[in-house]
């Protein structure tokens, strides 16, 4: 086509690629508003259809839900899920001893017995134990101070899987043995829950069904602690004068190993370093101070809410430094008729023929037997 006369050819180029760029423009705009549109559609469809949307409100929701768990009083009140903590003694016993000064709860408290159990390993006895505590779910907690090196493979239907704790050696008469005792109630302490504190070994075993000792328990003005005052070789002959001004020899008292106590006097245990350090130091065999360590401290601080008796039966009649041990053989309904007849006691300063609640000490032998007799003797 010829040039229009006058024209310059660069200056018409230019006017067309200027008239032209406008054009350009929009097709980009248009492009990008449909790409806009085409991932809003492809959102929509999949917050529709795939939930994306519901997940993370989900997990916004778990993460505000543990923070406010975490920040709220259940961190507080709920026992420990896991008893194999990393606490020493030292740090345990503090943390034991903390104690709220207001009296109401803030929340429903069902209180629980802590049944605790001093072992040297296995419980032979387990399945009677088992069968004790079955539907009684939220009334009792248990816990197992065993020998450091024992593994306790109790099965996952037992009320003792997963029930041990921290433990070290105890040996019988030394303080080594009321450390184990202390330990036991400490753990047993953080469960805000726990009311009462039964100590117990392998080797006994129940005198009535669930019901009837938490109930017993439950409604006694006292606690269970044997603690009298023995003029003899093995009472006040065992005290050391050293132990004055702390503990004079007037407070000194003996008593069972085995005993119940509530809360109050739990903590005075777990929090006391003034009579620990005499008995530590003045009570060696044949000062055997896990005989005179509690009766005689508990005395001293508390003696006006101690029935001066232990729940746990015995027999001493074959003599010797220990209690018969009962064998599969000695297990009969005649043997359990001679355990109940004899019992006389005050409760609640009252006469009751219902003293003993637990008994010792009992053989693996004797599982079998008991677990034929427990429905018609026990109660359970």
């Known amino acids: ?28 705009f ?13 959102s929509i ?20 839900s543990c923070e406010e768990e975490s920040n709220g009083l259940d961190r507080w009140i709920k026992p420990p899920s896991n008893l194999l903590h990393k606490m020493s003694d030292k740090e345990l016993l503090w943390r034991a001893s903390l104690v709220p000064t207001i009296k109401e709860y803030p929340f429903q408290r069902v209180p629980k017995v ?30 197992v101070h065993s020998l450091p090196s024992f593994d306790g493979k109790f099965p996952s239907t037992s009320v ?6 921290p433990s070290q050696v105890a040996e019988w008469g030394k303080m080594s043995i009321c450390d184990a005792e202390r330990r036991l109630l400490a753990n047993a302490l953080l469960d805000i829950s726990n009311e009462w504190f039964i100590l117990l070994s392998e080797s006994c075993i129940p005198l009535y069904n669930f019901s009837v ?10 606690s269970f602690v044997g603690a009298f005052d023995d003029p003899g070789p093995v009472g006040r ?28 006097l739990a903590i005075k245990i777990v929090e006391d370093s003034t009579y620990y350090l005499k008995f530590e130091e003045f009570c060696k065999p044949a000062c055997y101070v896990d005989e005179h360590y509690f009766p005689t401290m508990l005395t001293i601080e508390a003696a006006d809410v101690l029935a001066n008796r232990s729940l746990t039966w015995v027999d001493w009649s074959r003599g010797g430094a220990h209690p018969a041990t009962f064998g599969g053989a000695d297990i009969s309904e005649d ?22 609640l637990f008994a010792r000490k009992f053989a693996p032998s004797t599982l079998e037997p008991l677990l034929l007799l427990a429905p018609k003797v026990l109660g359970f």
């Open 114 to 143: 802590a049944f605790m159990f001093l072992t040297k390993g296995p419980m032979p006895l387990a399945p009677l134990w088992d069968r004790f505590f079955k539907r009684h779910e939220g009334l009792y907690s248990i816990y």
């Open 237 to 264: 002959g065992r005290y050391n004068w050293n132990m004055a001004p702390e503990v004079n020899i007037t407070q000194w008292r003996k008593g069972s190993q085995w005993f119940e106590i509530d809360r109050k």
């Open 160 to 165: 003792f899987h997963g029930r041990q704790i």
């Open 213 to 222: 000792i938490y109930h017993y328990i439950r409604k006694s003005k006292y």
């Open 1 to 28: 086509m010829a040039l229009e006369e006058g024209k310059d050819p660069a200056v018409t180029t230019r006017q067309n690629q200027a008239k032209s760029l406008p054009f350009g423009v929009l097709q980009l």
């Open 30 to 42: 248009g492009l990008f508003v449909a790409l806009c549109i085409a991932f809003s559609v492809v």
């Open 45 to 64: 469809y999949t917050i529709r259809h795939f939930r994306i949307y519901g997940v993370v409100t989900t997990v916004k929701s778990s993460i505000v």
């Open 335 to 356: 043997f359990f008729k001679r355990v109940f007849e004899n019992q006389n006691c005050t409760y609640n300063d009252q006469p009751s023929t219902t003293c003993d």
